[in-house]
């Protein structure tokens, strides 16, 4: 005699239940690079060991990588890893930045405008009425998805990977001027790079800047106030966010005024390490 239908059902329900478990995985680690051949083609890659593979389409959407092709690393120019509609920051989310400060009751966001992007190597030209230009070396969000009032919980999943940046910010400008527009949004006032890097556990990343190879800001994301999922839960309420958007995470520690000359690194380390040289306008 055959089982019948709701028989063999209440089995296969019973075998289920006894499996294991199967704990969700995470992205695996990749980088992605976007950048600009000899012959002036931009494209995207993924990078593999000292070499990098060409990619069909954008790195957040299905893609493959192209078979049969394969360029060193440094054969390259490396261009800023996102192209944004938007760009968010976040401001005095390290305990060590806002120092004397009370602690924020809430995420305290700004814009940045996406002509501030620059890539790694890029130079920060410091424009010619502008006296007080500070670094802040930062942790970025690459978005991967369209992002809209999605919930702590799900934030993470809109993530699509992290870069280091630099949100310099034209203090005197930042303190006198109607908005922040033009101290933190002018153009070049936000580098990234040199890679978007999947698959990394946030809460354990350090955060280091240093100006001529001096240590100047030091930290950790987990002293965050604000978390990232709580960070990406919170800018989506009010802006909606598309594939390839940056958020800052905000900058630790103090900063000083940058000079002609200087050399910036941002770095994330085991991450990336974005570096750029300070020139003054032409």
């Not at 006894?18 to 051949?37: H, K, S, Y």
């Not at 054969?75 to 930045?97: D, E, K, M, Q, W």
């Not at 310099?168 to 978007?196: H, M, T, V, Y």
């Amino acid at each position: 005699m055959r089982p019948g239908p709701i028989l063999l059902a209440a089995l296969l329900c019973a075998l289920v239940l006894q499996l294991p478990a199967v704990e969700a995985r995470p992205a695996p680690e990749l980088r992605f690079v976007r950048f600009e051949t000899a012959d002036g083609v931009v494209r995207w890659g993924r990078v593999e060991g000292g070499d990098v593979v060409p990619v069909s389409g954008l790195p957040w959407r299905p893609h493959a990588a192209l078979p049969g092709e394969r360029m060193p690393l440094e054969s390259v120019r490396l261009l800023a890893p996102a192209t944004p509609t938007n760009v968010i920051a976040i401001g005095f989310n390290y305990p060590s930045h806002t120092q004397d400060r009370p602690a924020p009751t809430e995420i305290g966001m700004f814009a940045k405008l996406p002509g501030s992007v620059i890539g790694p190597g890029a130079p920060i030209v410091i424009p010619p009425d502008a006296g007080n230009l500070h670094y802040e070396g930062e942790l970025v969000l690459v978005i991967g998805r369209e992002t809209r009032n999605v919930s702590v919980e799900d934030a993470p999943k809109h993530v699509f990977g992290i870069t280091a940046g630099n949100d310099l910010s034209e203090r005197d400008w930042q303190a006198n001027d109607l908005q922040w527009l033009r101290a933190k949004a002018s153009d070049g006032f936000g580098p990234i790079g040199p890679w978007i890097v999947t698959g990394v556990d946030w809460e354990e990343l350090a955060l280091i800047t240093r100006v001529n190879g001096e240590v100047k800001q030091s930290d950790r994301v987990e002293n965050l106030y604000f978390g990232i999922p709580e960070i990406v839960s919170h800018v989506s309420r009010y802006v909606t966010l598309h594939p390839g958007d940056l958020i800052f995470t905000g900058t630790p520690g103090t900063t000083s005024a940058l000079k002609p000359g200087d050399v910036v690194e941002v770095e994330i380390p085991g991450v990336a390490l974005l570096r750029n040289p300070v020139v003054a306008p032409d």
